[in-house]
Structures are given as C-alpha cells and as structure tokens.
C-alpha cells in the first residue's frame, strides 16, 4: 500500500455515470456502466477490481474523455469534465492522463521513443525542441530506462520496457491524475512489482493521484489507499485497503478474497464458489444483479436493486448488510 494520504480534498467527483452502448441491428443494449459514483481524493491511490466486462475500463475511458457517458457527471478539481470544449478541454487533458494495459498496441511502432514521449508536449506546443529532448531523457531516466534509448523503436524493448515507455508518456506532461488501466496484467510477476514500485515512488516524486485498474485484488491492495469493487456496470463495495481482508461485507467481495492465493497453503479458510455465470449486461435480471450467483441471496434480493449505503468510510450495496452504526 502506497501509505495513508493525509489530504481529504477530492480530486475527481463521479456521480451517477452511466454508459450504454447499444447493439448493431437493434439486439439490446449493453449497459456497461449503472450509476456509478466515486470520488477520489488529491494524492490517494483508489484501486478499482472486478471481473471481465464489469466497467472498470469504460469507467476510465469516460474519465479521460475517450468516451461519452449516457448520463451523469464528472467533475475535475471544480470543473466539469464532461461539459469541457475546446481550449478548457486541452488545458484538462495535461492534466489527465492514461497508462494503457497493453504497451505495445499503445505505442507507434513508426515513431522512436523519444518521439513518442515528445509528441505530447509538441500537441500542447511546450518547449523548443532542445527543452523537449531534455525534458524526454529526464524522464527516460525517472522511469528506469537511459537517454540512448532516444532513438530506439518500441519493438527493441522487453514488455516491461514498453510499459515504462507508455508511463513516462503519460507523465511528461507532469498531470494530477492518471488513470491506471491494468498497467501490469500483461506482465511477468517479477516485472509487475517493479512496475508498481515505480508507480509507488513516481506518485511520491510527482505528487499523482492515481486511479488503479486491476483484476488482482492482492495486487489492488498492494498499492491502493482505497478499494472499489464492481459487478456489472456497479459499485458494490468501497473501503479502506488496510481493511480489505479483515473487513469486507459485500459476498462478491468476500467470494474474490476467498481466491486470492495465500503464502501457507496450510492454512484454513472457505473457499467460496460463485455459480453459474456472470448475467449478460444487455439482459440484466431484476432486482440486485449478483443474487442469482450470491450464496447468501434471500428472496428480497430479487425485488431491490440495494443503493451504495455509506457508514464511516465504509460504502457497501446489499440489502443483508448490516454496516456499523446502521439501526
């Protein structure tokens, strides 16, 4: 975990974000996103996990405006991202960034890695051309790689080397957030840590706020101050990462957790088997949309779909939890 943040002012405030992407021919319409809402504070990590298809991805595409919502809204350190146009829209985009999952289809295989560091500060026209060179080898430099490494080509590097190139990409334009999608999954383990060290220490040097997209919730709490867990399109739970494991209420939740393998496999615990398959997000059932998998479903979970309840920083969306403090 990247330490507790002593800042509680919210960078990004999401509210009611909805996105639906309807199908060719009039099949349905997928509903990716279900009233998502989420603020993220200056400074913090908020880890973001769920399974394939759940919104994670969409969720952040929306926040760095490669995508339109249906409905809701995002704001940006006071402002509204989504009604943003032109000149206010370019000054936001410095200030919000991406690190892609897959390094190699993100980078220009025609274009060296100093260009393709440079290209962003060319687009917002920073610098001559000596400052930008500059600029591009000091943050070669803060992400591992070396100054000669100017004129190589993407396909030169391993897969962790790309993926240093795509960070030090997002960075050089020094924004307050970026969005983390799932910026180790493609990885090797022993080159994941090494990617979130950096992440650690660059977040650290740079004053970032990170949004962190990950299916791996050992690998989320690694590095999150906060945890979001999604299921279809929603937020189903939220709390602090140091009580992930001791204090998870959600049965989705706790079903992730059983998976996660421990360091002693001698040691007990229930192993929580979800059934059946996730429900298709073009047909989604009635009422809570887990139930029909949860272990614990009784016959209400059929009838109400739960809101995100919030008690003592704790956000949980189940009608059979009872969180702290509630009567």
Do not use: W
């Not at 383990?189 to 650290?204: F, H, P, R, T």
């Amino acid at each position: 975990m990247t330490g507790q943040r002593t800042a509680q002012e919210n960078l990004l405030e999401v509210r009611g974000l909805v996105k639906d992407f309807p199908q060719r021919g009039g099949r349905g319409t997928v509903h990716a996103l279900r009233g998502v809402s989420l603020t993220i504070r200056r400074g913090e990590t908020f880890g973001l996990v769920g399974e394939s298809g759940c919104g994670k991805t969409t969720l952040g595409r929306i926040i760095v405006r490669l995508e339109t919502p249906t409905a809701g809204s995002v704001t940006f350190a006071g402002t509204d991202l989504l009604a943003s146009r032109g000149a206010a829209l370019r000054r936001l985009r410095r200030d919000v960034q991406m690190i892609f999952q897959d390094p190699f289809a993100s980078l220009d295989p025609r274009m060296t890695v100093g260009a393709l560091i440079e290209e962003p500060l060319i687009i917002h026209g920073l610098g001559d051309a000596r400052e930008r060179r500059a600029q591009v080898c000091e943050y070669l430099e803060r992400v591992g790689l070396r100054p000669e490494h100017y004129g190589r080509y993407p396909h030169e590097f391993s897969g962790g080397q790309r993926q240093r190139i795509g960070i030090a990409r997002a960075l050089i334009l020094r924004p307050a957030l970026v969005v983390c999608d799932e910026p180790v999954s493609a990885l090797d383990v022993s080159v994941q840590s090494q990617i979130l060290n950096l992440l650690d220490q660059l977040q650290k040097d740079l004053g970032l706020t990170y949004l962190f997209i990950a299916h791996s919730l050992s690998v989320v709490q690694h590095i999150s101050d906060r945890i979001g867990v999604m299921y279809l399109g929603r937020i189903v739970e939220i709390l602090d990462s140091g009580r992930l494991f001791s204090r998870a209420a959600h049965p989705y939740t706790q079903a992730l957790l059983s998976a996660v393998p421990r360091p002693d496999p001698e040691t007990p615990r229930e192993r929580i088997i979800l059934g059946g398959e996730m429900p298709s997000p073009v047909d989604l059932p009635g009422g809570c949309a887990f139930h029909l998998r949860c272990p614990k479903a009784r016959p209400c979970c059929a009838l109400e779909d739960p809101p995100l309840r919030t008690r003592g920083g704790h956000s949980v969306a189940c009608c059979l939890v009872q969180l702290e403090g509630d009567e």
